[in-house]
């Protein structure tokens, strides 16, 4: 793969002297998985669309985020479950994966950056019509584009206008000056640091913790907070930890980097808050992230253009923009900044579009078809470490932080199943959040091998505010990981 540097952004195809009309019923700026599923799915209803993409079609996701990410992660697991079961393990007891083999699997799976493979021709069998610039709020429902030559075009959209441009990194100030690597050179690299800073344990650093030390960097992980991933509660970060512990990643907590430099030789000198300092070879930051909102037009409608995130309600429409035209989905909007919550807000939005276009009776309650109920109950999300961390819904944290009455139900991840699938099997952690009054389910955690694919039981049992009494009815196969549904159920006393 070519460097990040290297790569080009701005392919020369669908130009704005391509644009057979000015006029659309929705424009979308921005093409990642929100700006295409609100596209696609109006198209469906009878209404014009247009994308405007100024960089690769499809944002991050396709190129540097979940699906390199996950390909380059996934050798290793592979091996090391491999090695867990006698029989196999002895064939692959020694050596570890071959990182020229896992940067070309990566590869394949990203198109070598070329968006014409797979991501235009989505957009235009959807009936779509795209367009390459930077797309500007101009006034009402008006939008221009500016092509990378300078030459521009205005745009008129009928119904509506999508703001999904998406996130990009935050990178703190001492850190600007060293040109450090983001999540977009980690994962389109095609060299190993000898030692590589990560500062940042939430999922993108501990995600690359993980595949790093597996390719054979020495690995030091920075975290400002007490436990890594801040998120969760703190048994399952625990063991995510001491697992990366055990792999020999450095974990260095509750730290701040105060000041980094480049040396002659193009290693980084890191000073931490502690008053320790060291070199390594390159530093990756994956400590937040801000929207995507700059000289995108937002200040003429009073909103601001400094990545704050787009103040939206449940329909997903720009709250202070009068007119009910001005959607914002996607990371930009800050309520669930992730790849599947993206291709749930296209659906919100363009529900939204097309009832209002129509004037069809909605309801705004919550779970109706135009309000974006998930954001706020039950979004899913899993960090592909190893441990695993699957969770929906509320955590501990957050329903105390809300100001919820709930019981706690904790247990191991250790059924026979689970066993079954590898020797020495490592006890995981299990936690629901169970309304005290109510005793329905408002979140799950799990942490453990093989986790992730038990999570869409929680997120379905969320959504439909299932209680434990109904839970105690829904038999998990045996011998399969699922049967820890079972021990929370007698952790509960069910």
């Known amino acids: 793969m070519p460097s990040y540097s290297s790569i080009n952004l701005h392919p020369s195809t669908h130009p704005i002297s391509s644009l057979k009309t000015h006029t659309f019923d929705v424009i979308c700026i921005g093409s990642g998985w929100a700006g295409r599923v609100t596209a696609a799915r109006v198209v469906k209803t009878g209404l014009t669309a247009l994308i405007i993409e100024q960089e690769l079609v499809g944002g ?51 198109g070598m950056f070329d968006d014409t493979k797979l991501l235009v021709p989505m957009v235009e069998n959807s009936g779509v019509t795209l367009v390459r610039g930077k797309g500007k709020l101009v006034g009402v429902k008006k939008v221009s ?16 206008v999508a703001i999904c441009t998406g996130s990009e990194p935050a990178i703190p100030d001492p850190l600007k000056a060293v040109n450090p690597w983001t999540p977009r050179e980690a994962t389109s690299s095609s060299t190993v640091p000898e030692h590589l800073v990560i500062v940042g344990a939430g999922a993108v650093g501990t995600e690359m913790a993980t595949a790093y030390s597996s390719f054979g960097s020495k690995v030091t992980l920075i975290s400002s907070t007490k436990e890594i991933l801040p ?56 400590a937040g992230r801000r929207a995507q909102t700059a000289n995108i037009g937002l200040e003429s409608f009073g909103l601001k253009g400094d990545g704050s995130f787009l103040p939206v309600e449940e329909s997903l429409r720009v709250t202070s923009v009068p007119g009910k035209w001005l959607y914002a989905g996607g990371d930009v909007n800050g309520r669930a900044p992730l790849t599947h919550s993206s291709k749930y807000h296209g659906r919100i939005i363009s529900n939204a579009i097309s009832a209002d276009f129509n004037n069809s009776p909605t309801s705004t309650t919550e779970w109706s078809r135009v309000t974006a109920t998930a ?37 191991p991840v250790a059924t026979l199943g689970a066993m079954l699938h590898a020797e020495g099997y490592a006890a995981g952690w299990a936690q629901w959040i169970v309304d005290q009054q109510s005793n329905k389910l408002l979140g799950a955690t799990f942490v453990g091998k093989e986790v992730a694919d038990l999570l869409h039981a929680s997120t379905v049992a969320v959504v439909g505010g299932m209680t434990l009494e109904q839970l105690s009815h829904a038999i998990p196969s045996f011998p399969t990981t699922s049967e820890v549904y079972l021990d929370l159920l007698d952790a509960a006393g069910l």
């Open 60 to 110: 991050d996701c396709p190129f540097w985020a979940c699906v390199p990410s996950k390909a380059i992660l996934r050798p290793n697991e592979a091996l090391e479950a491999a090695r867990a079961v006698t029989g196999v393990g002895e064939k692959v007891a020694e050596g570890g994966v071959v990182v020229e083999s896992v940067w070309k699997r990566r590869d394949d799976f990203t």
């Open 231 to 286: 998120k969760i509660d703190e048994e399952g970060a625990k063991l995510v930890r001491e697992s990366l512990t055990s792999k020999g990643v450095n974990v260095i907590l509750a730290t701040k980097v105060t000041d980094a430099a480049r040396e002659a030789d193009n290693s980084v000198k890191v000073t931490l808050s502690n008053g320790s300092t060291f070199s390594a070879n390159e530093i990756l930051v994956a």
């Open 145 to 160: 584009v500016v092509a990378l030559d300078g030459s521009e075009v205005e745009l008129e959209a009928r119904v509506a």
């Open 375 to 411: 954001d706020r109950l039950a979004t899913p999300a899993v960090i592909f470490t190893d441990p695993a961390v699957a969770s929906v819904g509320l955590t501990r944290k957050a329903a105390q932080k809300a100001g919820i009455k709930f019981k706690e139900i904790n247990a």
